[in-house]
């Protein structure tokens, strides 16, 4: 089965640069033996999905709220994210983990997406502490617990292994480490579940990541966003 490069473009680009961004990755799927999906911010999402529309990539969205309409100021409804067009929303990024979103947020976000048809990046992953403590595999069930127990069992989903101490930091978490985790997540979310790992992925090192049989694919961040990088992960890809 081909594996996901999953592009997370967090609040880095402005929407110019996102819609010439989006242009490199329409190009470079063409050749690439990965399927690839790119969440840009929300303001850009019109016209990254124009420049998407007749290419290989997908497009995905950072977030949704738990509601498709209502009094919710500021907040993006899973409905208006599946009238553009995007297939895949990302929930429980560790970045909005930090800001108070609570397992129990995370679930109703994940059926919420996949009520309106589109498929959940659910994210999930230890403290730094956590980890130090061995706790990683008890925090990581207990997430993932809570969005499947939330989820219609035939409902599409994919998990996205991104240690939280990893994100961003230069610090990936080792092959072995992901590895192990991405084992223990597919005890509990089943054979065909699709598992990325996420976490200072880049060009340089993805190649074992990548290469784990148990990895479906890569939640990337920093990186997807910057042209050079995009470039020489594309050169990499080139099938
Ligand atoms: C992410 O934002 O999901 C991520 C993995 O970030 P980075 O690649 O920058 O660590």
Redesign the pocket.
Known sequence: MRKLFFA?W?MYLGDDEAEALARSYAEGALSASVDVAVAPGFTALERVARVLAASKVALGAQDAFWKDEGAYTGEVAPKQLAALGVKHVIVG?SERRAMGETDEIVARKAAAVAADGMTPVVCVGELKEEREAGRQEEIVRAQLAAMMAALPSEAPFIVAY?PRW???TGTPCSPDDVAKMHACIRGIAGPDAAILY????DPENFRPYLDLPDVGGL?????SARPDAVRAFFEAFAS
Do not use: C, D, T, Y
């Open positions: 997370n967090k990024h991104e990893a994100i961003g996420g976490g200072s992925v939640l990337v961040g920093g990186a």
